[in-house]
């Protein structure tokens, strides 16, 4: 059974820093690219950044360029993306996602199998 465990999520000040962290199990966690996307209230899901599997290539929606950073540990199975510069509009539950080939971490979300139950980050003013 494949499972997505996000933490790290928490109430942050405008510029101020925090680090997500997913820890997966259930399957061969070398084998794929991840991911995360967030859903903000009211609003659709929205791709972040992903990796392949790997970790030597990854991708950033323009959105988040520069602010945040992704990596994994294979060993750990683990994915991080580290959250710096953070601003209101970054206000969204996070959810780590596990795409369904190696190579593919582009921001089409049909290409995601699974997600984690998410993790909320809220950016004050």
């Known amino acids: 059974e494949v499972q997505l465990v996000e933490s790290g999520g928490g109430l942050v000040q405008s510029g101020g820093s925090l680090r997500l962290s997913c820890q997966a199990s259930?399957?061969?966690?070398?084998?794929?690219?991840m991911g995360w996307v967030r859903q903000a209230p009211g609003k659709a899901v929205e791709w972040v950044s992903s990796i392949n599997y790997s970790g030597a290539g990854t991708t950033y929606a323009d959105s988040v360029r520069g602010r945040f950073t992704i990596s994994r540990d294979n060993a750990q199975k683990s994915v991080n993306l580290q959250m710096d510069n953070l601003k209101p509009g970054d206000t969204a539950v996070y959810y780590c996602?596990?795409?369904?080939?190696?190579?593919?971490?582009?921001?089409?979300?049909?290409?995601?199998?699974?997600r984690g139950q998410g993790t909320q980050v809220t950016v004050s003013s």
């Open positions: 996602v596990k795409s369904n080939s190696k190579y593919y971490t582009g921001p089409r979300l049909g290409e995601y199998d699974f």
């Open positions: 259930g399957f061969t966690f070398s084998n794929y690219a």
